[in-house]
């Protein structure tokens, strides 16, 4: 069944309060919710969230219930360090965040007066659990973060958001965290930006946050991500910040220090309302990151098209047969123009793209054929 993208709406319609929350914070750089991946210890809840007191820093993060793949891993400290995050709170003056699993998580949550919650990813999957989260939440003023469920589904990642919505729930958001992929990739969640640019052109007034954490799973990627998704208008980052990354409890390889934070949100190029080009720019940035993640596919699917390659010259080696075989490639070539005039490619273009694949992929097989 097709989404009935149109219900979404008239619900949101009625929400003039949906970006609400984030305009009063009236923040001059993007939303940052920064904190580590889990809770471990007091000291470390507190220690962290005092280096990022004075920082662009709006909501302190700390994972209470951890969803991990295996049993017997760190599931997180529970109800205690609900606890440190209330002294983060009136020790620092800065907000708080965590994720919320069932009823109970919200009602214990809801109780220590924590200011945002999110729908971790595989949450967001359940409709069952998103279900009773949204009924335990019935009427909250708290803002409520949605992640992107683990698979690439749109309709499942708004219908989150609808179940929310109609729970009479106004300040809510979203976060782009990456989707899995049983093939590996160099992200560890995938990004797959369009389906991010695709929700946030049917509802541009629902905020959009993006996760660089989990969707890199390295710290070294994460000012990259970042950067685009600022250029593609996200509202804000969430990032995982720890001062001891390696030795943390929970994804260590993907946090930051506080003073690596700190840098990024300096290196970030933001782009200033004031600016009388604003719109401009931030069009043309929006347009130009849209261009460099298609650039990046096209290399990625190139270089799958040359392990292909690689293998039929393997099978061609076994079998002792020639490389170019011209009644397959001319098929290949007749396709490909058609496909490409649907496109609006013109035939001079596609032929010439195919001949240099085409070349490349006969290198590649050579190389193979003669060791
Ligand atoms: C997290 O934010 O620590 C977390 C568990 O995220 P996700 O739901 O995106 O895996
Ligand atoms: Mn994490």
Same mark, same amino acid.
């Given at each position: 069944?097709?989404?009935n993208?149109e219900?979404?709406?008239?619900?949101?319609?009625?929400?003039?309060?949906?970006?609400?929350?984030?305009?009063?914070?009236?923040?001059?750089?993007?939303?940052?919710i920064?904190?580590?991946? %889990?809770? *471990?210890?007091?000291?470390?809840?507190?220690?962290?969230?005092?280096?990022?007191?004075d920082?662009?820093?709006?909501?302190?993060?700390?994972g209470?219930?951890?969803?991990?793949?295996?049993?017997?891993?760190? *599931?997180?400290?529970?109800?205690?360090?609900?606890?440190?995050?209330?002294?983060v709170?009136?020790?620092?003056?800065?907000?708080?965040?965590?994720?919320? #699993? /069932? #009823?109970?998580?919200?009602?214990?949550?809801?109780?220590?007066?924590?200011?945002?919650?999110?729908?971790?990813?595989?949450?967001?999957? %359940?409709?069952?659990?998103v279900q009773?989260i949204?009924d335990?939440?019935?009427?909250?003023?708290?803002?409520?973060?949605?992640?992107?469920?683990?698979?690439?589904?749109?309709?499942?990642?708004?219908?989150?958001?609808?179940?929310?919505?109609?729970?009479?729930?106004?300040?809510?958001?979203?976060?782009h965290?990456?989707?899995?992929?049983?093939?590996?990739?160099?992200?560890? /969640?995938?990004?797959?930006w369009?389906?991010a640019?695709?929700?946030?052109?049917?509802?541009?007034?629902?905020?959009?946050i993006?996760?660089p954490?989990?969707?890199?799973?390295?710290?070294?990627?994460?000012?990259?991500?970042s950067?685009?998704?600022?250029?593609?208008?996200?509202?804000?980052?969430?990032?995982?910040?720890?001062?001891?990354?390696?030795?943390?409890? %929970?994804?260590? %390889? @993907? @946090?930051?220090?506080?003073?690596?934070?700190?840098?990024?949100?300096?290196?970030?190029?933001?782009?200033?309302?004031?600016?009388?080009?604003?719109?401009?720019?931030? @069009?043309?940035?929006?347009?130009?990151?849209?261009?460099?993640?298609?650039?990046?596919?096209?290399?990625?699917?190139?270089? !799958?098209?040359?392990?292909?390659?690689?293998s039929?010259?393997?099978?061609?080696?076994?079998?002792?047969?020639?490389?170019?075989q011209?009644?397959?490639? /001319?098929?290949?070539?007749? !396709?490909?123009?058609?496909?490409?005039?649907?496109?609006?490619?013109?035939?001079?273009?596609?032929?010439?793209?195919?001949? #240099?694949?085409?070349?490349?992929?006969?290198?590649?097989?050579e190389?193979i054929? /003669?060791?």
């Amino acid at each position: 069944m097709e989404f009935n993208f149109e219900i979404l709406l008239k619900i949101m319609e009625n929400k003039k309060e949906l970006r609400g929350w984030l305009d009063d914070l009236k923040l001059d750089h993007p939303l940052v919710i920064a904190g580590p991946c %889990s809770a *471990e210890t007091e000291e470390q809840v507190l220690r962290i969230a005092h280096e990022l007191k004075d920082t662009d820093v709006n909501y302190y993060r700390a994972g209470i219930w951890k969803p991990r793949t295996r049993p017997g891993m760190f *599931e997180g400290v529970g109800a205690l360090g609900l606890k440190w995050l209330q002294k983060v709170k009136d020790e620092t003056g800065m907000k708080t965040a965590t994720e919320v #699993a /069932n #009823a109970a998580h919200v009602k214990l949550a809801l109780e220590h007066d924590v200011d945002l919650l999110w729908i971790g990813a595989r949450s967001t999957v %359940s409709p069952f659990i998103v279900q009773e989260i949204a009924d335990a939440l019935q009427g909250t003023d708290k803002i409520i973060l949605v992640k992107n469920p683990v698979n690439p589904d749109l309709p499942l990642w708004l219908g989150a958001i609808e179940r929310l919505a109609t729970a009479n729930i106004k300040k809510l958001g979203v976060i782009h965290r990456g989707f899995s992929t049983y093939e590996k990739t160099k992200y560890r /969640n995938n990004p797959e930006w369009q389906l991010a640019i695709e929700l946030q052109t049917k509802f541009p007034d629902l905020p959009i946050i993006n996760d660089p954490s989990h969707i890199t799973g390295k710290r070294d990627m994460i000012f990259d991500v970042s950067q685009t998704a600022l250029d593609l208008n996200f509202d804000g980052l969430m990032i995982e910040t720890h001062f001891d990354p390696d030795n943390a409890w %929970s994804d260590a %390889s @993907q @946090q930051v220090t506080p003073k690596v934070l700190i840098q990024i949100m300096k290196d970030l190029k933001i782009k200033k309302e004031s600016d009388p080009e604003a719109d401009y720019n931030k @069009q043309l940035d929006n347009l130009r990151a849209q261009i460099d993640i298609v650039d990046n596919q096209i290399i990625d699917l190139l270089g !799958k098209r040359m392990k292909a390659a690689d293998s039929i010259g393997a099978l061609k080696k076994q079998k002792n047969v020639a490389v170019l075989q011209s009644k397959r490639w /001319n098929e290949i070539l007749g !396709k490909m123009v058609l496909e490409g005039e649907s496109k609006g490619l013109s035939e001079e273009f596609v032929l010439k793209m195919f001949k #240099a694949i085409h070349q490349e992929s006969i290198n590649h097989q050579e190389k193979i054929i /003669n060791g």
